[in-house]
Every structure is written in C-alpha cells, then in structure tokens.
C-alpha cells in the first residue's frame, strides 16, 4: 500500500503520513509528535488492519482522545474525513479513494502480481474484557476510556516486549500472533504469565485469554504490508474465547499449545468439548488450575 495515500493533516495543512501503525503523543519517538502538557507521552495509535481499515486506539491518555467530537473508550474504526482531538490539536483523517476501495473484489490479469499465501504454523492468543457492557454502564465515559485504554496499552507493551505480534483490535480486544520456531517457546509462556499477572492486578479491567498453536494462512492482503490471517485455527482460538466464557475460566488453552508447552502455568484439564461450527469432534481444553 502506498502509505502517502492515507495521512494525517492538521489546520494549516501539515501533513503526517500514516502507516501500519501511527503512533501519536508527546514523547519524540511518536510518528506524530504532539509538544503540548495536555498529550500524553504515548497517547493513542491509528492501526491498519484488513488492508485498507484503520482504527484509533487511545493509549489511556489522562485528557482522552476525541474521534468526530466523541470520547474514544474501545478501538474505532476511522475513516478519510474522521476528526480527531488529542490535546490542542485537530487532526483529520485522509484516505484517498483509491486505497479505501483497495478492499473491494478485483478481476486479477495475467499483468498483475499474484499474491502468495503461505501456511505456517503459529501461536494464537485472543483477549477480550469480560462484561464491557455492564462496565459501560457502572463508568463514567472518561474513567471507561482511560481504563480501556491504559489496559490495551499494557497488553500491547508486553505481547511486543516477548516479541508478538497485535493483528487486530476488535473494540474491547484482541488477536494477537508469533510465528513458530525454536526461539519462541520462552516468549509464549513469559507473556502469558504477565498477562496472567496483569489479570489479576486491581487496576487492570476482568479479561479473558485463549491461546492456540495451529496453521494459518498468511499473505493475500494485497499491498497492505502486514500480515493477513486467516484459516480454521484463527476461527478456533475465538471461539475458545467464547467457551472460556461458558466455563467461566479466566485462561484456556487448547491441547495443541498445551502439548507444545506453551505455558509454564499449572493447568487443569477442562475435559472435552465441541467448538460450535466445527468438525463435531470434541477437543481437549484447559485452564488455570
């Protein structure tokens, strides 16, 4: 994708162009650097996903992020003419036509590059908040927007401090992913026992983790320059989201990452079950023990 064809511009018409991932804040490592007492130090990131989307994601900034006017609480989705607020500035949000139709169905040509999708294995790790709604209705909008954000700001520092990957946000949650190999096995399991020990901090909204090692499919995102998953395995670590919530665990793992030794936490088998939309073959979970 051509990251010039989808930028950020302010009122006198300074532009900042958006890429994968645009980081905005105070601080000097942002893509967007905001020089203002009012911004926090890492405030809010735009993140693309599925090729030509793009979400705002506030970081748990003290004096909020504003999308069209509204306080931003869970990941939203922009799009070319969005208005944002951070501290003093307003910002809008610019994608060319071209990229925002890059989504829609093409007839391919024997001219045009084919576009490789490979099947790896990988890791799978699904978050999600348990009770978003009722927490939406017990806050106040802005103590709702900074516990959100302060939390999906923790996930995302240590799902890439063990080297991680964030694919998707998806409002209250997340897909997160590594690539299988000999040097990961550690990485797993020390995210999952910070993420474990961010569950149970006080400060930390109530969240569920489902983890998973299968096969994905990988690339066929066109020019969108990040990774795009997708396959059984993918389907399958969200629905163990939802039947950690039917099990009322606050962790589930399948067989396949328990066997691979993806967590050094003690575990509990949680028996066998059926995955809705599945083969009708029962697998194998567990849980914290």
Request: hydrophobic share 40%; proline share 3%.
């Amino acid at each position: 994708m051509n990251d010039a064809a989808v930028w950020l511009e302010d009122g006198d018409g300074k532009r900042w162009p958006v890429a994968a991932a645009c980081g905005i804040g105070r601080a000097t490592s942002n893509d967007v650097m905001i020089d203002d007492g009012r911004v926090s130090r890492r405030h809010a990131l735009i993140h693309r996903q599925d090729d030509a989307e793009y979400y705002i994601i506030d970081l748990g900034s003290g004096n909020g992020t504003y999308l069209n006017g509204r306080r931003v609480a869970t990941a939203t989705r922009i799009a070319d003419g969005s208005i944002l607020t951070i501290g003093p500035s307003t910002l809008t949000f610019r994608q060319t036509a071209a990229i925002a139709r890059a989504r829609q169905p093409s007839v391919h040509t024997s001219e045009q590059t084919q576009i490789q999708v490979k099947n790896v294995p990988a890791w799978l790790l699904v978050a999600d908040i348990k009770g978003s709604t009722a927490l939406a209705q017990r806050l106040p909008p802005e103590e709702l927007a900074v516990l959100i954000g302060k939390w999906m700001s923790a996930c995302k520092e240590i799902i890439e401090a063990e080297a991680g990957t964030i694919n998707k946000y998806l409002g209250d949650g997340f897909l997160a992913y590594w690539y299988v190999d000999k040097n990961q096995l550690a990485r797993i399991s020390a995210a999952m026992e910070a993420l474990v020990m961010l569950q149970r901090a006080s400060s930390s909204p109530p969240f569920r983790l489902a983890l998973h090692m299968g096969n994905i499919a990988v690339g066929g995102a066109g020019s969108s320059g990040e990774d795009s998953l997708t396959g059984t395995d993918v389907i399958q670590v969200f629905r163990m989201e939802k039947l950690a919530a039917d099990l009322k665990r606050d962790v589930l793992l399948s067989e396949a990452s328990r066997d691979a030794g993806g967590s050094k936490l003690k575990l509990r088998d949680e028996g066998m079950h059926i995955l809705p939309g599945f083969d009708g073959r029962a697998r194998r979970y567990y849980s914290l023990s």
